[in-house]
DNA sequence: TTTTATTTTTAGATTTGTCTAAAAATAAAT
DNA sequence: ATTTATTTTTAGACAAATCTAAAAATAAAA
């Protein structure tokens, strides 16, 4: 059914899916940069993905992905956000370096492979950064996230991911009982050195500093 | 260090492997037919291989890997069925149903990516086909593996892989503790089903039918 | 040992994705 | 409102990988 798309025309489907969150039309320089290529290399790719319908485009004005373009970019992100999860949940990769092989990992086409991980992932909502993976139907959850150290006092929050993925913070975390999952609410932000004590559903209370608040994501309930 | 081939090259390579390991010097049509193409473009990339020192090229008379070739080779076909392995062990896949999707993971080139993969999957030997993982260094492990139907009465062995990977079976086994790595020996076999009796380390025993015991493969101790 | 058949290689064309340099369109500045 | 600068597109070339058709080399058969 889904047509099968080459690695270049994903790279560009991708990169114009970032770049038309930040502005309304996406100009062929800015492609060029974002994709490390020369604008003529761009106008060719822009005139093959707009003949197989997946971008709206105006020539010199600018041009956003179609509703048939953005579905295709939600499968590619899908892929990449999945793979970086799984990298650093079970292959523990630093946070930092999972990027670029998920670049390569995300170009593997089949469904089945994708969705099989996801399962084996237990559906997980936002990849190490802290960005949300689209669903099995392109689906992005709406649900914020935001770090520890933003939550509103008394505002009950459920922790989704840790972003700086040192293994001596997360022996920290784990010997605390702070993980994936756990339930908590802040109670006071000490404005000296803006640690953060925060207390969890058994109402045991512990502090932890900016950094670590910093790195903690949270999703307010 | 070692440099990176393009996805046609790495086929061509491994196709050229596999060849080689059944008659001493590949022909141009064999491996035109094993990667389904034509003869001309074979050539062309027999060139290109022989150009960087993969292949040993006599026009006319054959090919084989080079020594560099060969690593190359190595590297490739661990990929592949470290993959293979990950998806039926991790993600359930049905044997039958691996080769295709390996088949694109194993192009993606991250040489610390398939060490941590390794590692994660508790360094398995064989994979769900039973053919020999390579290591890091690119040895292959030359102790063999062969179906539990076929190992010889009183001889000690090791479980190293289930091949036919239905829920129900996985199940039964787990059940009654039959598992990779797990130690026996055949007691008996009956003549009139081929069912077969093994015992366990601790003395146990049980008896299991001949379509289970094809499906196990073991490692003679 | 010629002739015939098969295999392999060369020659030239094609597709995909890229590039440089020049032309055309749009935007900014005087 | 022209001129100037910037952006975008076109034109033409190139590398990688493939193909068809023809030529060359090798192997098999008469």
Redesign the interface.
């Known amino acids: 059914m889904s047509p099968n798309f080459s690695i270049a025309e994903e790279n560009y489907i991708k990169s114009i899916y970032h770049l038309q969150q930040a502005s309304e039309s996406v100009s062929t320089n800015a492609l060029a940069d974002h994709l490390k290529s020369k604008p003529a290399s761009i106008t060719d790719m822009l005139k093959k993905l707009h003949a197989k319908g997946l971008l709206n485009y105006n020539p010199y004005k600018g041009f956003r992905l179609s509703r048939e373009g953005n579905k295709a970019a939600l499968i590619i992100i899908r892929r990449h956000r999945l793979w970086e999860f799984f ?1 650093v949940d ?4 630093n946070w930092e ?1 999972v990027h ?2 998920a670049e ?2 995300e ?4 469904k ?2 994708v969705d ?2 996801d399962e ?1 992932l237990g559906y997980p909502k936002f990849d190490p950064h802290g960005d949300p993976i689209p669903d099995s139907n392109g689906k992005i959850s709406v649900q914020q996230q935001l770090p520890l150290s933003d939550l509103p006092i008394n505002k009950q929050a459920i922790i989704t991911s840790v972003q700086n993925q040192s293994s001596e913070l997360l022996s920290f975390l784990t010997s605390r009982n702070i993980l994936i999952g756990t339930k908590l609410e802040v109670k006071r932000k000490l404005p000296f050195d803006n640690s953060i004590e925060i207390k969890f559903k058994n109402k045991q209370s512990i502090s932890i500093s900016e950094q670590v608040a910093n790195a903690i994501q949270v999703n307010p309930l």
């Open positions: 990298l079970q292959l523990h990769f370096e670029e092989v390569e990992l170009h593997v086409r089949s089945k492979l099989k991980l084996f």
